[in-house]
């Protein structure tokens, strides 16, 4: 699954950055080729900066394709299904282009690049503070141990995650709602958003499908890095001489496809739960997340589930390869 908000997790304490849990992985430097020192010891802030920047210019490369899956996604929800025509890629990108103008495509793209320092920030603070604290409940026997690592690599990424979406949510719902639109123009820009949610829905009309995103936090970081990690084994164990990078960027694409596939449900929920209401439109889904569910699947069938599913996977490499490229261009230019 690949939310804005899927949980962001720290590198490891030496060598760490902040970024998506996507990319997090093949960001770092692999144990048996330590890169050198002064390429890796950078500060806090300016971790932060290199995540953020290399996390939005990600985002902003492959905007025109996070704009189609959401486009997809919202398919059927105020339209007869028996209307609707098969999902083309090609079709839609035609008419954005001739109904909407080049630059639509680039729709919701500055919420996103507002979205991320704070996230990343949130993230990185949220995890150091809940490592702490989870290290103090393992206790000084069990430090250091692989499950005593991975035990707080899982707990303390997941709430560091959930704090982080949490705390930025209403950036992420904004997205949604501005990249969603299509001809009518109705949220003149973030804060005219922001303020008319606030204004038509209340202040928790701000947070509509928090729980949808909640509830995909764990099992994106499970997924991810089972999948990574047993594939970079499997990998390695196979082909030791190969790339440390390649094979990072061959897994880290692989796990992404591997964790939307089965956390894209979830995140499409979550974008329709987000339109609730917007722009004065009735409400469609009355009976809470699971309900939604249903209802989706008894209209649509289960392949409603999956609406937007091919430019999700298709941003996945490029995405993959941006973000790890500018990460390590950042890291040392600020170094």
Known sequence: MNMEARVGVVNSATHGGVVDSGHRKFLQ??????????????????????????????????????????????????TDVSL?????IWHEASRIVNEEGFRA????????????LPYSSVNFYAYEHYKRFLHSV??????????????????????????????????DLVRTRLAAT???????????????ICKEEGFFGLYKGLGATLLGVGPSIAISFSVY???????????????????????????????????FPIDLVRRRMQLEGAGGRARVYNTGLFGTFGHIIRTEGLWGLYRGILPEYYKVVPGVGIVFMTYETLKMLLS
Not at 45 to 68: D, E, M, N, V, Y
Not at 234 to 244: I, K, L, V
Not at 247 to 252: N, T
């Open 29 to 78: 430097p692999q144990q048996h080729k330590p890169p050198p020192a002064a390429l890796t010891q950078i500060g806090t802030a300016q971790q932060l900066l290199a995540g953020g920047i290399a996390g939005a210019f990600s985002k902003t490369c492959t905007a025109p394709l996070a704009r189609l899956t959401i486009l997809f996604q919202v398919q059927g929800m105020h």
């Open 84 to 88: 609707l025509t098969k999902a083309s």
């Open 105 to 116: 495509f680039w729709k919701g793209n500055m919420v996103t690049i507002v979205h991320r």
């Open 138 to 171: 393992v206790g000084n026997s069990q430090q250091g141990s692989a499950s005593s690592d991975l035990f707080v690599h899982f707990v303390g990424g997941g709430l560091a995650g959930i704090t982080a979406a949490s705390a930025t949510y209403p950036l």
């Open 182 to 196: 299509r001809n009518a123009v109705y949220y003149r820009g973030i804060f005219h958003a922001l303020h008319t």
């Open 229 to 263: 990690e047993s594939l970079r084994s499997f990998w390695q164990s196979q082909r030791p001489n190969d790339s440390a990078v390649m094979v990072s960027l061959a897994c880290g694409s692989l796990s992404g496809i591997a964790s939307s596939t089965a956390t």
